[in-house]
């Protein structure tokens, strides 16, 4: 009985390492906090500050994978990847993986505008807004008519900076005011332009695990917990946005 007590203890010690031996974390881009640099590279502060987390997890050699933010959400639901990294949360998604309980990172719905524009956060009525047509923007802008402008494709944050700076748009809209102050500083427009806050809840990001890995879950609470007592990830990114030439 004893032998049989052991040898599952055994099975059960071997299963918890394998387990955490070797953990697969899935992100998606978005600029600036995940940049893909093209094939397996990568970059971008949130994936330096997550890297504190996971040593402090100690987990060895976790293998880091690039995916379209579908896939991932798909491969978390079907435990073929253990962690997610940089979600928001929704009533569904809840359903198909568990969420840390804080948020690593809150969004603050802003925007870029002239240093000139006096009027207080929601006064926009007689501006031209640039927005993502596919993404959350305030439900105010609706009122603009034909000038809010809706773009699709690719790379808009730098292309709605462009049209500001050329004068076709005056503001442009993000979920993310560290997306808004990463592209003023990258193009150099941060001395006639300033972001922001308007109207909306701040957005909360969190890192979120399969459901078949619970254990994981509890031993990153505490390491972020621990994390961000020496530095939040605000803070982290104010220093990265210092040091961007």
Request: aromatic share 16%; glycine share 4%; with cysteine.
């Amino acid at each position: 009985m004893i032998f049989k007590f052991f040898l599952f203890f055994l099975l059960n010690f071997f299963v918890c390492l394998k387990t955490f031996a070797v953990v697969e974390i899935g992100f998606f881009e978005l600029d600036p906090h995940t940049i893909s640099l093209g094939g397996k590279s990568y970059s971008g502060p949130m994936l330096e500050y997550f890297s504190f987390i996971a040593n402090e997890m100690k987990l060895e050699k976790p293998e880091v994978k690039l995916l379209p933010l579908p896939r991932l959400i798909s491969k978390l639901s079907l435990n073929t990847i253990d962690i997610g990294i940089f979600l928001a949360k929704n009533s569904k998604r809840e359903q198909l993986f568990y969420y840390a309980i804080e948020p690593i990172y809150y969004m603050v719905p802003s925007v870029v505008i002239s240093k000139n524009f006096k009027n207080n956060t929601y006064a926009f009525e007689k501006y031209k807004v640039c927005v993502w047509e596919d993404g959350h923007y305030p439900e105010q802008f609706n009122k603009l008519g034909p000038d809010l402008v809706k773009m699709t494709g690719d790379k808009i944050s730098q292309r709605c900076m462009e049209m500001i700076k050329n004068g076709r748009v005056d503001a442009f809209f993000s979920p993310d005011h560290f997306n808004l102050k990463y592209h003023l500083k990258k193009m150099k427009m941060d001395n006639e332009y300033k972001v922001i806050p308007i109207v909306g809840e701040p957005i909360g990001l969190y890192t979120v695990f399969s459901k078949k890995q619970v254990k994981l879950k509890e031993l990153y609470e505490k390491a972020l917990k621990k994390i961000k007592a020496h530095e939040s990830y605000e803070d982290y990114f104010h220093h990265y946005l210092g040091n961007l030439k």
